[in-house]
């Protein structure tokens, strides 16, 4: 089917039959209800709420096949929902529909430790599954700040503080459980760390945001709890310092297990909302681990490094107490930074570059921000080349929400000049659709379409998102609500 003849998604989403159907197989979980239906339209962005036409909550693969062979006989949109925290309108309903709530797929179904693996249905969250894991000797490496679900995380291709170490959700990745938009229920890989069989259906799923499949079922790769871990805080005169540190650590081969950096006004939010007391000036947070003996050298060659770039007033901590009381105001930053403007709504940026551009790429931005006059808190994963900017504004302002959006294609611009990429981990959703083809190019957007369509050929799977069918203009200001 040519790309120019997809058909959009039907409107009318929701039929009496399709109801009646799926309160009959579900009982109390389907749910027609416009509070949760308003609860599952909306998510940690700045787009105003969407909701969809019915909830329902699935508690296995079989019902989740079962529901989307309904959807699809009635030609009804559907939309895979986590915890609801993503930043780019992922889950809103754009056409209606019913959102397929997946959070009572709760369930640790294997720990493997000899084989350094596990897997768990998929609204299991990280936190959940590290908890589980607490008495086995290995951990969940990957930390995007909220305490997602595995299936969102790969639904996203989620990354985090430990990136820089382990990886993002991609390389933690070993097989899923995913059903099709008819139904079908496909595993993409067996349990062994590496095969060379076939197309990389795992991957293909990953970061495709519930457009090609539902996930299900999750098997990820385990690592074990290191010897030692020390964490560090240290402030820098500014945030171009602070880059060049990280990178000039990383280039010497230090292993670095985290490396955040906070610019001034994020490290003021944290103080506020964490009653912290930490210098108000470009902050890094740094992780080692290792033996005893390497987290000494490493910290060694990392202190040295940061003399170097003015750095200074190191805070250290190495029991787990510690280290959390470090790290809480790092994964709170997000919600700290909300209440410099309370009321505000964020357009959140996320832009990751090749190390070796990352310095110039967060000074320009910097002064981007400075000339906008609007309050943008900058933080990030410097270690991965990845940061953030957190544009709070009001969006009962139209000239106040241009310009946001405006500084925000600026930075996806200066990222994709930097050869970069508009996403390092939030994903596309409905923000960046506008920039897959600076990105990767009319034919790679077009052969995206041909998947989508070969996958989805009647468009059901959370429409609207990430590669839309090439007749719809893709907008880079906020919808209207529906």
């Known amino acids: 089917m040519d790309a120019q003849t997809t058909p959009p998604p039907p409107a009318g989403a929701l039929t009496p039959a399709l109801a009646a159907e799926l309160a009959a197989l579900l009982g109390d979980r389907f749910t027609l209800n416009i509070a949760v239906r308003r609860q599952h339209g909306s998510d940690e962005s700045s787009y105003p709420c969407m909701p969809p036409d019915a909830v329902v909550w699935p508690e296995s693969t079989g019902e989740v096949a079962t529901i989307v062979r309904l959807c699809a006989l009635h ?3 559907m939309v895979a929902f986590g915890v609801g925290s993503s930043v780019e309108g992922h889950v809103l309903a754009l056409h209606g529909g019913v959102c397929v709530d997946l959070s009572r797929m709760n369930r640790v179904l294997s720990i493997d430790p000899q084989d350094l693996s596990c897997t768990v ?11 589980a894991l607490a008495d086995s000797g290995f951990f969940f490496s990957v930390d995007p700040g909220a305490d997602a679900t595995l299936g969102g995380m790969v639904a996203t291709g989620a990354s985090g503080t430990n990136t820089v170490r382990y990886g993002t959700m991609r390389d933690n990745l070993l097989s899923l459980t995913v059903v099709l ?15 060379s069989a076939g197309y990389n259906l795992t991957q293909l799923f990953a970061g495709s945001e519930g457009t090609l499949g539902i996930i299900t079922e999750v098997t990820v790769r385990l690592h074990p709890q290191p010897e030692a871990i020390a964490a560090a805080v240290v402030n820098f005169p500014s945030v171009g310092q602070a880059v060049q540190a990280v990178i000039q ?3 010497m081969g230090v292993p670095l297990a985290r490396a955040e950096l906070l610019d001034a006004l994020t490290m003021r939010a944290i103080n506020a909302h964490s009653h912290m007391g930490l210098a108000e000036r470009p902050t890094l947070f740094l992780e080692f681990c290792g033996s005893d003996a390497q987290v000494r050298e490493q910290t060694g060659v990392v202190q040295d490094i940061v003399a170097e770039h003015e750095g200074g007033g190191f805070q250290w901590a190495t029991r787990p107490e510690e280290r959390r009381r470090l790290w809480t105001p790092r994964h709170h930053a997000y919600f700290a930074c909300l209440q410099l403007r309370p009321g505000s709504r964020a357009v959140s940026t ?10 110039d790429c967060v000074v320009e931005t910097a002064a981007d921000i400075d000339a906008s006059g609007l309050i943008a808190p900058v933080f990030g994963h410097v270690g991965d080349g990845n940061f953030h900017c957190v544009l709070l504004v009001d969006t009962a302002d139209p000239g106040e929400v241009a310009r946001a959006e405006a500084l925000a294609h600026r930075l996806v611009r200066r990222a994709i000049d930097m050869d970069g990429t508009c996403s390092g981990e939030h994903g596309v959703g409905l923000h960046k659709i506008a920039y897959l083809e600076d990105e990767h190019g009319a034919a790679g957007v077009g052969l995206m379409r041909r998947i989508k369509q ?3 050929p009647l468009n059901l799977l959370n429409p609207g998102k990430v590669v839309p069918p090439a007749q719809l203009a893709a907008a880079t200001t906020m919808p209207e609500a529906t």
Not at 350 to 359: F, G, K, N, Q
């Open 75 to 77: 030609a009804t949109p």
């Open 121 to 131: 249905q998929a609204g299991v969250t990280r936190e959940t599954l590290n908890s």
């Open 181 to 195: 938009a008819d139904g079908e229920v496909v595993r993409t890989a067996r349990r062994a760390r590496k095969s």
């Open 249 to 251: 650590a990383l280039q």
């Open 350 to 359: 996320d832009a990751c570059v090749p190390l070796s551009r990352l310095a």
């Open 454 to 456: 070969a996958l989805d």
